[in-house]
Each structure stands twice: as structure tokens, then as C-alpha cells.
């Protein structure tokens, strides 16, 4: 071969094998799938289904007196009853409780007060803080108003105050509890001869550490 043909076949050569490199390569590049799962924390707070609710109908023996159980003046007019509805489970925890405190409030009339008492349980992984509270009126018939802390009719008027103590910014750990308690009171723009039935839920989110 003479030396001129050396020089154009070595190019050549150079270039068949590169190509040939790369066929390779390409054929041997492709995607790659990975599946997995991550297990990351659960944020779950539930009313505790061990310890069911209980609604006490109480007094002020005189304005701005000390509370004393049962209605004013010795009257059996109004009647409530309280209950949990709305089962959740935590699905990392498999723990459950219920998302909802139901409140049947009868016969109740302007300054009949009740004073419920309940327990809340985290039964997820993260521990959470309370932010607040909300009810709702399931016939529609009232709205909660978050400023006044009560739920309103149309125009606006407090029908049933719902004060809260020991709940809103507690923070609670895993498994642990928290015994909280509400008042209801009665407003001057209640119906008479009626039944009241309302829902509350708890809002809360993730406990975050502030420095």
C-alpha cells in the first residue's frame, strides 16, 4: 500500500471505529425507572374515642358570680346532648378516633349556657399544635363567625357563642392527649321551642420549632 493510501485509510479507520463506539453506546444507553416508597410522617388529630364528650348545663348564681351546675333558678327547660361522629384512621399509625364533636342543644333559651368537656388524641407520627376551631351548621340555617366566636344567623346576629379553654395553641405529641373544654351560651336572637344542632371540627397543623 503505498503511503498516500495510508494516510486517507487511517481517517477512515478512525471514523468506522467511532462509529462503531457510539452505535455501541447507544444501544446500550436508556432509561431507568426506580420505584420506591417514602415513609414520611403522618399529621392526625382525632377526638378520643375512649373518653366520649360530656355536656353539663350550668349557671352563674349571680352576674358575674361563681358557676354552679344545672340551669338558672332551678329550671329543667333545655336539654343537651353531645356526641362523636366521623371515624379516621392514621394510616401510618393505624390508630383511629373521630374528626367530628356533634352538639344537640333542645329547648334552649337566652343565657342557657353548657359547658362541654372532651379529649383530643394525636394519633399520628408529628406532633401538632391546635390552631383553632370551626362549627357548622348542617341545616344551613347559621354560620360560624370566627371574630364573635359564634355561630350567626343572616343578619349577622350571635345565635350560640362557642368560647373555648385549654385548646387553641396547645401543642400535643404523638400518642399523647389533651383534655379541652367548651362553653355554649345561648344569645338573645335564639328561637324559642327550637332544636339547635351543630358540628364542630378542630383545625390544627404541624408543630414547627421556632428558634
Keep these: 500500500m ?39 410522617g403522618s399529621c392526625t388529630l382525632a377526638f378520643d374515642w375512649f373518653e366520649p364528650p360530656i355536656c353539663l348545663e350550668f349557671h352563674e348564681q349571680y352576674p358575674g358570680g361563681p358557676l354552679a351546675p344545672g340551669e338558672l333558678c332551678g329550671k329543667d327547660v333545655g336539654h343537651t346532648e353531645c356526641w362523636y361522629e366521623d371515624v379516621i384512621e392514621d394510616p401510618h399509625t393505624e390508630k383511629w378516633g373521630y374528626e367530628t364533636m356533634v352538639v344537640e342543644i333542645h329547648n334552649a333559651y337566652p343565657c342557657y349556657r353548657v359547658h362541654c368537656i372532651f379529649v383530643v388524641r394525636n394519633i399520628g407520627t408529628i406532633p401538632i399544635t ?18 364573635l366566636e359564634a355561630l350567626v344567623d343572616d343578619e349577622g346576629n350571635p345565635v350560640i357563642h362557642i368560647w373555648h379553654t385549654n385548646l387553641v395553641g396547645e401543642q400535643i405529641d404523638p400518642c399523647n392527649t389533651e383534655k379541652a373544654e367548651f362553653d355554649f351560651h345561648i344569645a338573645q336572637d335564639a328561637e324559642e321551642c327550637h332544636t339547635y344542632r351543630f358540628e364542630i371540627e378542630l383545625v390544627y397543623n404541624q408543630w414547627e420549632h421556632l428558634d
Design 2 to 40: 503505498r503511503a498516500s493510501e495510508k494516510i486517507i485509510t487511517l481517517p477512515v479507520l478512525i471514523l468506522i471505529t467511532l462509529s462503531m463506539t457510539g452505535v455501541a453506546f447507544a444501544h446500550w444507553s436508556d432509561e431507568i425507572y426506580v420505584e420506591g416508597t417514602v415513609e414520611m
Design 130 to 147: 391546635i390552631m383553632g376551631y370551626t362549627a357548622t351548621d348542617p341545616d344551613g340555617m347559621l354560620t360560624w363567625d370566627p371574630d
